[in-house]
Nanobody, 115 residues
Framework: VQLVESGGGLVQAGGSLRLTCTTSGFPLDDYIIGWFRQARGKEREGVSCISTGDDSTYYVDSVKGRFTVSSDNAKNRIYLQMNNLKPEDTAVYYC?????????WGKGTLVTVSS
């Protein structure tokens, strides 16, 4: 099982980025995949998740209306579209699956939002 995040970068406040989580080692047909972030000096927090079986989604209040999570099961990819980015969104973003008795994490992708 592997998860690889990509798409991070430096963007000005108000800008957009799309993160991609590419999975391998399991078929992406009916699992819950989560996006988390960790800012420097802070604990890792859950941002969003999606159930790839029925496309139901969840968002933490701070990103509702700005972030959209989606999946392309055929390509084994989960996307996080981030619009109207704010400096407080600056963090390393990780995707996660909790399955088969443990958590699996990618190495993360850094998002930096300048003011």
């Amino acid at each position: 099982v592997q998860l690889v995040e990509s798409g991070g970068g430096l963007v000005q406040a108000g800008g957009s980025l799309r993160l991609t989580c590419t999975t391998s080692g399991f078929p992406l047909d009916d699992y819950i995949i989560g996006w988390f972030r960790q800012a420097r000096g802070k604990e890792r927090e859950g941002v969003s998740c999606i159930s790839t079986g029925d496309d139901s989604t969840y968002y933490v209040d701070s990103v509702k209306g700005r972030f959209t999570v989606s999946s392309d099961n055929a390509k084994n990819r989960i996307y996080l579209q981030m619009n109207n980015l704010k400096p407080e969104d600056t963090a390393v973003y990780y995707c996660n699956i909790h399955q088969w008795g443990r958590d699996y994490w990618g190495k993360g992708t850094l998002v930096t939002v300048s003011s």
